[in-house]
């Protein structure tokens, strides 16, 4: 198993590889892209992203507040585990983040017995809520961008793949069992899992939890555009918007960690129409994806830290969920030992 997991990492490698020598660009003008940077900018974007993943961690701790039973993991603690999320999803790949953050929680609510499948239900939820932005985004793109003809197929991958995994939460969401006596374990696992939806019965909480997740994106649309003055791309919001779809469009399946060489292609291609230089698009789109993982590494190794957790423990840690295992809680000592190491 070990080989044929090196296999399919050299593999991928040759896939990143031969995109880069495909449709790389000349990494000359790359150069001289970065040697014009205008660092306020720069730095303009890195709070920007910090705004959004802050928006974010709300609407997240909205679904959860709904969904656990009291007493509720207080919002610094959720705040800490999405940051740590996050950087798992710098690091890892298949976005094992999303898991990550739920063993990262759970280890902070010892002796709550199915908890863990609440969670990654309240997960489901949040990523969910991100269809409504991403309806409006899409919408506005179409109208107000210069999209290229091979975009629309893109545009409309985004579109289904949302509206599929909305109609699915509104399904499960639906479902309820007043009680668990009776049922095996793999109905149990299921019930908690719905559990996690609960954000979605509730008109208020749901409307909250769309509203901070879109403000997320505000202010991750605004950090792309002032990112493209920041390499001295001057075109309409719009292009922003475009570029920002692509992006996300481009790591919805992650195949290695962050989909690196793929991201800057899907980011240069559309800018091109704008009259920006495929070399000029690459190297912002090396910058714009190094400033969003400069935030997800930042705080994330901030709070790696905090919850006194490894490397090591983290990569073992997002499978937990998958496998029902129930993380232990964190030791004060250990987060002590932690401290002093950092």
Known sequence: MKKLGAVGVIALLALAVGLLVLRGPDWHKVHDAFSAVTWAWVFAAVGLNLLSVLARSVAWDTAIKQ?????????????????????????????????????????????????????VGSVFAHRVFDLFPVILLVVWVLFAAKIPRWAYTSLALVLIVGLVLFLVAVLLARHRHRELEGLGRVRKLVHRAREGLAVMRSPLAAIKAVSFQTLGWIFQLLAVWVAMYAFNIHEPIAAAGLVLVLMNVATIFPV???????????????????????????????????????????????????????????????????????????????????????
């Open 67 to 119: 969904s656990v039973a009291p007493p509720t993991p207080p919002y610094r603690l959720v705040f800490s585990a999405f940051c740590v999320g996050l950087f798992a999803n710098v690091v890892l790949p298949a976005r094992a983040g999303e898991l990550a953050r739920v063993a990262v929680l759970r280890r902070r609510m010892p002796g709550r017995k199915g908890t863990t499948a609440t969670l």
């Open 256 to 342: 290695w960690p962050g989909n690196v060489g793929l991201v800057q292609i899907a980011v240069a291609t559309p800018l091109v129409g704008y009259g920006v230089a495929y070399a000029h698009g690459f190297a912002f789109g090396i910058g714009l994806q190094a400033i969003e993982a400069s935030v997800g590494v930042g705080i994330g190794l901030v709070f790696l830290a905090r919850e006194g957790i490894s490397y090591a423990m983290l990569k073992r840690m997002e499978e937990e969920p998958l496998n029902g295992a129930e993380p232990e809680e964190v030791r004060e000592p250990e987060r002590a030992h932690a401290r002093s190491a950092g």
